[in-house]
């Protein structure tokens, strides 16, 4: 039987995921800033799938590593409460006009900060400065220091905090040990670090649908 993985996916997100204006005008606006990553947001069903987790967690604090054009980071935003806070980091000048557009248009910009600069720089810094704990860490920033972000963040979080990293199946990649992608090389290197670390209970969720065969590894602190 021929997979409908897209056409199931399209199916969940008209029930529960649908896009409002502002969402459905990340991507065009990608596109128009030149970006090279515009098709690379999360997928309706998976900012859905975000919310539910900020949810889950009653997260005030959020943390996410890679903001793009804002997309998955609009889905967060919108489960936390008046008072709530997200940091999002991203390098890239082109990105962050975008994104902050996109945060103006949807009234989030009380709620959401932007960090400019390179992730592990950020994240170093945040984890010496940092006073609150956050409730909740997506991490969907280049893959080659996944291991190095889950460590900074696992230090800014507290028990019951949970952390979420994308792409780290890559279509079946990560089964490939002679791989030299360094991307995939980073997700291995990565679960294989998650899979032993005594500080979180985790798992990696395949995910198929609109954006292909991929995963997102889920952990929860002790
Ligand atoms: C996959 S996209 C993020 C998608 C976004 N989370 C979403 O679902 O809407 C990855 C983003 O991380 C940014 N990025 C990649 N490497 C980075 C780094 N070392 N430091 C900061 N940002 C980085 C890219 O510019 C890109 O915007």
Redesign the pocket.
Known sequence: MKPRFAEVDAYISELFAPEDEILLSIEPALVAAGSS?AF???SPAQGKLLQLFAHMCGAKRIL?V???????TIWMARALPSNGKLVT????EK?IGVAKKHFEMAGLNDRIEIKQG???DVLQELSENNAEPFDMVFI???KPPYAEYFELALKMCRKGSIIIADNVVRGGKVLDETSEDAAVQGVQRFNHMLSYNEDVYANILQTVGLKDWDGMAIAVVK
Request: no cysteine; aromatic share 8%; proline share 0%.
């Open positions: 990553l690379a947001s999360v996410e890679g903001t793009l054009g804002g997309y998955s980091i991203e390098y890239d990105h390179k992730a592990i969907d920033a280049d």
